[in-house]
């Protein structure tokens, strides 16, 4: 029992462990902390003897722990975020720094926005329905007319364009972030 125990679970971490990479990842935006994910939740697994399912049961079950996984890891994340508003600052040098570039007068709400405008007008709509309205992708298909996998492009277009615009404007990319997951962790 223990060796083809051993085996089934080294097969199914060699099969599923890509897919569920993939699957934190669209969540944390992280590689490593994407892997570290799906690594504990394996150890978890075989730990805890839950590697006796059948292989679609085991899928499903990893997919849904993963993805429980990673809200907790983004909600933990969201905690240890201290708001600049209550951080006072002491050296102003760097404040000043910020202060001569055009870019850096723009309100959060304005980069929000400008980064949002990036977005082509179909793939802004359904992540702004997807991801403001808390709309599910089916409802979004259906209002849209749209298939499920259309609307999951879309959103994964959306994430790809807001990543490339917060790695231009690097000085706003942790007030984005948090702005957006703030949104996010809302649903």
């Keep these: 029992m223990g060796t083809d125990r051993k085996e089934i679970f080294k097969n199914r971490f060699q099969k599923h462990y890509p897919r569920l990479c993939n699957i934190a990842y669209g969540y944390v935006l992280n590689r490593d902390d994407s892997e570290d994910i799906v690594q504990e939740l394996f150890i978890n697994i075989w730990n805890k003897g839950k590697d006796d399912l059948s292989d679609k049961e085991f899928l499903a079950y990893m997919i849904t722990s993963v993805r429980n996984s ?3 890891f983004l909600r933990k994340k ?5 708001p600049l508003e209550d951080h006072h600052i002491e050296n102003c040098d760097e404040m000043d720094e910020i202060k001569d570039g055009e870019e850096e007068e723009m309100s959060l709400h304005d980069h929000l926005h400008a980064a949002l405008a990036t977005l082509p007008e179909k793939c802004r709509e359904v992540f702004l329905m997807a991801k403001m309205r808390g709309m599910k992708y089916r409802e979004i298909a259906g209002e849209l007319d749209l298939s499920e996998k259309t609307v999951e492009n879309h959103i994964a277009k959306a994430i790809k364009l807001l990543r490339a615009y ?3 404007h690097r000085f706003v990319v942790f007030a984005l972030l948090t702005t957006v997951l703030s949104f996010i962790l809302k649903k």
């Design 70 to 72: 990673c809200i907790s």
């Design 166 to 168: 917060a790695a231009e």
């Design 78 to 82: 969201q905690e240890d975020i201290i």
